[in-house]
């Protein structure tokens, strides 16, 4: 395969990532296909290149966020994202977020990994406890043998993905990657305002659809008092508010593209609903603000 058209077929599936070819190297021992499962995309590809790099600019330029599930086929992966450096071993699985500038790099031999594109924000709103991002689990644990197996017969055989809805395999996912350990977060607030900003943001992440999410919420989560909270945020030009209302729309766009995906009816009031919003007229405002088109339209025109 060409190495133009892999790279084409990288960017045009998972977003703006960047490849690199083997010195003088114009083709790719591989392949890249991508497929959807349970109303969700994903990636089925193998290569021989030196690696694939996402920048901070190249997040800027995505407007879908996800939690890429990566699971290890054959061969060796080193992921680097954060401050974290980790090396993914077949059967290990790992989470990359969208929003982070990350790196992979492959070993000599060819490698093969699955990429199941989890929409961020629904994976963080419905998590009871943190998401261990930027971590490798390996297939030792059974729940990783569980994922790993289903993912790939499912993706084998489609019709074998009848055993499992969507929600079950999100669940599952998130039980892979919780920990209760909240200390390394709760510490990062006391040290500056960009951690404290990145800590609070996490909170309303996990806390999207909840009533109880408010300003004095987030302030006794953050140990800090709301006037702190609100200077944090007006560095950043950003309001509580507004960060909300994103978020919580974007969780809606992708409820909606599941819903599309799986061929299912789409109820916008109760779309809302489950994001959140209480009043469907300012949702339906919101929504068309944001994306130039009513939840129904979205929903309508979305090509699958």
Same mark, same amino acid.
């Given at each position: 395969?060409?190495?133009?058209?892999?790279?084409?077929?990288?960017?045009?599936?998972?977003?703006?990532?960047?490849?690199?070819?083997?010195?003088?190297?114009?083709?790719?021992?591989?392949?890249?296909?991508?497929?959807?499962?349970?109303?969700?995309?994903?990636?089925?590809?193998?290569?021989?290149?030196?690696?694939?790099?996402?920048?901070?600019?190249?997040?800027?330029?995505?407007?879908?966020?996800?939690?890429?599930?990566?699971?290890?086929?054959?061969?060796?992966?080193?992921?680097?994202?954060?401050?974290?450096?980790?090396?993914?071993?077949?059967?290990?699985?790992?989470?990359?977020?969208?929003?982070?500038?990350?790196?992979?790099?492959?070993?000599?031999?060819?490698?093969?990994?699955?990429?199941?594109?989890?929409?961020?924000?629904?994976?963080?709103?419905?998590?009871?406890?943190?998401?261990?991002?930027?971590?490798?689990?390996?297939?030792?644990?059974? +729940?990783?043998?569980?994922?790993?197996?289903?993912?790939?017969?499912?993706?084998?055989?489609?019709?074998?993905?009848?055993?499992?809805?969507?929600?079950?395999?999100?669940?599952?996912?998130?039980?892979?990657?919780?920990?209760?350990?909240?200390?390394?977060?709760?510490? +990062?607030?006391?040290?500056?305002?960009?951690?404290?900003?990145?800590?609070?943001?996490?909170?309303?992440?996990?806390?999207?659809?909840?009533?109880?999410?408010?300003?004095?919420?987030?302030?006794?989560?953050?140990?800090?008092?709301?006037?702190?909270?609100?200077?944090?945020?007006?560095?950043?030009?950003?309001?509580?508010?507004?960060?909300?209302?994103?978020?919580?729309?974007?969780?809606?766009?992708?409820?909606?593209?599941?819903?599309?995906?799986?061929?299912?009816? +789409?109820?916008?009031?109760?779309?809302?609903?489950?994001?959140?919003?209480?009043?469907?007229?300012?949702?339906?405002?919101?929504?068309?603000?944001?994306?130039?088109?009513?939840?129904?339209?979205?929903?309508?025109?979305?090509?699958?």
């Amino acid at each position: 395969m060409r190495f133009d058209a892999w790279e084409y077929a990288l960017k045009s599936t998972c977003g703006h990532f960047h490849a690199q070819p083997n010195r003088g190297s114009k083709s790719v021992a591989g392949h890249f296909a991508k497929s959807t499962l349970l109303g969700i995309e994903y990636a089925d590809f193998a290569c021989d290149i030196v690696s694939i790099n996402r920048t901070k600019i190249d997040v800027l330029r995505d407007d879908w966020q996800h939690l890429y599930l990566l699971v290890q086929i054959s061969g060796q992966s080193c992921l680097e994202q954060g401050d974290s450096r980790d090396i993914l071993n077949p059967g290990g699985v790992y989470l990359l977020d969208s929003t982070q500038a990350s790196s992979l790099t492959f070993s000599e031999n060819k490698a093969h990994v699955l990429s199941l594109h989890l929409p961020r924000n629904l994976m963080m709103a419905e998590s009871s406890s943190p998401l261990m991002i930027g971590r490798v689990i390996p297939d030792s644990v059974p +729940a990783v043998r569980r994922v790993t197996s289903y993912l790939s017969g499912a993706m084998r055989s489609p019709s074998s993905s009848s055993i499992i809805d969507t929600y079950q395999l999100l669940d599952l996912t998130r039980n892979i990657f919780s920990t209760e350990d909240r200390s390394k977060l709760l510490r +990062a607030t006391l040290s500056n305002r960009e951690s404290r900003f990145r800590f609070v943001v996490r909170v309303i992440e996990e806390n999207l659809t909840s009533e109880s999410l408010s300003i004095g919420f987030l302030a006794k989560r953050a140990n800090i008092s709301k006037r702190q909270l609100e200077r944090d945020f007006n560095a950043y030009d950003l309001s509580i508010a507004q960060l909300v209302r994103r978020k919580r729309l974007n969780l809606a766009r992708e409820l909606l593209i599941i819903k599309k995906r799986k061929g299912e009816r +789409a109820r916008i009031i109760d779309v809302a609903l489950l994001c959140g919003f209480r009043d469907i007229s300012n949702f339906n405002r919101s929504f068309r603000a944001a994306y130039d088109q009513t939840p129904r339209e979205f929903f309508q025109t979305f090509i699958v």
